[in-house]
């Protein structure tokens, strides 16, 4: 974050030319960090001229170019994929994590994993739900803050999401689960259709962790982000947040054949397992010690 800590690191790297990687995580229109007056006058503004920049999204990449960083010092590259958690699973064996859920012969189930904040749009999947088939149920898991200066208003926006529930009568159709989640490769492996509404992210790291699992996708469209990963109609859908859009596409998604999920599952690991980035990090921490 642009934080003093965070600053004052990168004022010593540049300060005494040491090596440093900096990883641009969150989606804004400029990258930058606070840096003394006094540290530009002399060693010149932004970031250190030799700083490695991760980015970790086409979207952040641009940014970084935008704002005047040197293409050659950025390298762009999704957050690792835990390779032994998150991978394409037999019926069998989702059969078996599938019996600590009660699940009707026919549901399907829709998740959608993140913290409760508003930005992350779970009340937007209980309009979708309302609209969709009484066969489709939804689990809405992830971490709640409870304490700091957005408890207030994410205890707020669960509260309403729980009035909407009543309101809709979606009370059977709907699991809110509003903690840490230790095991997410289990909810994503049994769940059909894997969704985030966000209106905002640098990668949205589920999207993948999902697709490496084998569980079709719909998000919705911030290019540079999602679009890397998600194709349409091959492993899910993006599209705008309308609650019938959404509701379609889900319904087209569950149809989506395992041969490509597969596929899907094998392309992800390929590119974004811990064994790919960590030996990509390897190479680049050999690069600039030399």
Known sequence: GNVNVTSAAITFAKVTKKPIIIEIVNLVERVRYYEPRFISYFWGAGYPKHAKIVAISKALEDVCIKSGINEDNIWS????????KFFFRTELEKKVMLRKFSKAKDEKIILHLAKFMPRKKQDFMIEVLRILPEKFSLILAGPLVTK??????DEKYLASIKKLIKQYDLTKRVTIISEFINNPQELITISDIFVLPSVWEGLGTPILESLACGTPVITNDIPGVFDQWVKNGQNGYICKLDPKLWSGKIEKAVLINQQNMYSSSENILENASTEVIDKQYHNLFKELSN
């Open 77 to 84: 590259r999704p957050n690792p994929i835990d390779e032994t």
């Open 148 to 153: 700091g200066p957005l408890a207030d208003r």
